[in-house]
């Protein structure tokens, strides 16, 4: 995947964006058919026919998802992870739907030619299906995501049909699911045993059978998501989960080094960037004490 060019991004954001006046040349020709190559979820279901991977990160704010947008990414999910990454809860459950309201916004933003998909936290979509509907859709109206996704499988199927039917995009959610980390009892691995494994292939099905375009598989066997990636036309998404996924989802944060408390197995560190901003915090704080900041060039 090129990365986008810097014209691209500009254009689709301002053609994205709720807020401020649409500039004159988007309805040239040409500024259309750059803005029109935005990622959709049938790029998504495009890729899997094509065997090209799907790459995903987790953004939260606008510098960040930005870069990742910038860099190429297929996928931006504003994840409920943003409650333990960013707020420093100690699990997701108690992230909010205005703090997703709030953290998606600020990605789609940023955003030219990723696809947006947002988390619909814990207590949002469980209770009926008016509420997750409305939900649901206060994340694509007032968030500006394309698409949504939500945790569970046959338990959460009637939901998933029920917010697709108002055409929301939905993304399932199964394996290790973080919003049921109490009856999970802790992030453990999901479908190492035998009838664990046909339940969440059973899930899998029923996912995609009620209309969503894609699912997350997280923290299962490489083995059994290989299977259910081979049983679905949908595109999985694999955190944790192998290589045989047709995408993979890892957490921004996580890949730049900047979580410190835990690092699963299946995280790969890609970049020490709490190293960089430690020491470009020091070095700051260095020259104010020293005097040496501001210089004559930061000075009217
Ligand atoms: O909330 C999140 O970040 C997620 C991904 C890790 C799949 O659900």
Do not use: W
């Not at 401020?20 to 040239?28: D, N």
């Not at 991977?53 to 998802?65: M, Q």
């Not at 990723?114 to 469980?126: I, R």
């Amino acid at each position: 995947m090129q990365p986008q060019t810097t014209l691209t991004a500009v254009a689709g954001s301002v053609a994205r964006a709720p807020f401020g006046p649409l500039p004159e040349a988007l309805f040239s020709f040409d500024e259309v058919a750059v803005v029109n190559k935005a990622k959709t979820v049938l790029d998504m279901g495009r890729m899997k026919g094509q065997g090209e991977k799907i790459a995903v990160l987790t953004a939260y704010d606008y510098p960040l998802a930005r870069l990742l947008d910038l860099a190429g990414i297929d996928m931006v999910l504003v994840g409920d992870s943003v409650g333990p990454v960013v707020a420093g809860y100690d699990n997701t459950l108690p992230v909010t739907m205005d703090e997703m309201v709030y953290h998606t916004r600020a990605v789609v933003r940023g955003c030219a030619q990723a696809l947006v998909v947002a988390d619909l936290p814990f207590l949002s979509y469980q209770v009926d299906l008016a509420e997750a509907r409305r939900n649901a859709g206060r994340l694509i109206k007032e968030g500006g995501a394309q698409a949504v996704k939500l945790e569970g499988g046959e338990n959460v199927a009637a939901t998933i049909r029920a917010i697709v039917a108002m055409d929301v995009p939905v993304v399932g959610h199964i394996g290790l699911t973080p919003q049921s980390i109490h009856r999970m009892g802790g992030y453990k691995v999901q479908g190492k045993q035998e009838t664990q494994a046909r339940q969440l292939l059973a899930d899998a099905r029923a996912v995609e059978a009620a209309g969503a375009f894609a699912i997350v598989l997280e923290g299962i066997p490489a083995a059994l998501a290989a299977e259910i990636t081979a049983a679905l036309t949908i595109p999985t998404i694999g955190i944790g989960a192998g290589v045989h996924c047709d995408g993979q989802v890892l957490v921004l944060h996580d890949i730049l080094g900047l979580c410190e408390k835990y690092s699963p197995k299946f995280v790969k560190r890609y970049a020490d960037a709490a190293a960089l901003i430690s020491g470009a915090a020091a070095d700051y704080i260095r020259e104010v004490k020293a005097g040496t900041f501001p210089g004559e060039e930061h000075s009217f």
